[in-house]
């Protein structure tokens, strides 16, 4: 029997998938040592195999080939852009995509002013203000803590996702707009969509019975 390579997110979604698979009879023992430094996972008896990778690169794996399923958050998946199907929406990692800033930036999204909007997300932002909108915006690419944008005039909003919101509160920030709700997804490559047909559909037959959308 082939592989059927699995590319999970690192970090909180990771372990939420691991929690969900163990719920249809799928676990990986190996995986839960929190300090192993391994980067490939397998179970033999079931012929399947797992990685963990950084959110924007999981999208890429599944494209590739190189894994045949990928479970990612719904906002890499519309900022990458792969040819990739999506087959399940897993219920969890719930949040929303949004555009923050300070009270006053509201006015600013109003008159359609020409603004500056720092994120992670920089092809979201673009299909948000120039397609949606109709806005010319100027977009300035980060990798993180998004939110100091604003507070140090590099932008004068963000586009970023909210879950708690405790992170804007706590930068006096709040949310003007929302673009999108977002949750974690599968992904599947397409030829193996088609080789595998038999154990990728009998899987997301058994993870829809257990999620809870
Ligand atoms: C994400 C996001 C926000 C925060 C939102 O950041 O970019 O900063 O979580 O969550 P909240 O609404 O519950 O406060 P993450 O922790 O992934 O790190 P990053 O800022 O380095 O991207």
Redesign the pocket.
Known sequence: MRYLTFALTKGRLASKTLALLEQVGISCEEMKDKDTRKLIFTNEELGLRFFLAKGPDVPTYVEYGAADIGVVGSDTIREENRRVYEVLDLGFGK?RMCVCGPEEAQTLLQHHERIRVAT?YPNIAREYFYNKKNQTVDIIKL?????LGPIVKLSDVIV?????????RENGLTVLEEICPLSARMIVNQVSMQMETERIKDLIARLRKVVEV
Not at 160 to 168: A, H, M, P
């Open positions: 949040c992670k990798n993180g803590s998004v939110e970023d996702i909210v879950e708690t919101g405790s992170t804007l």
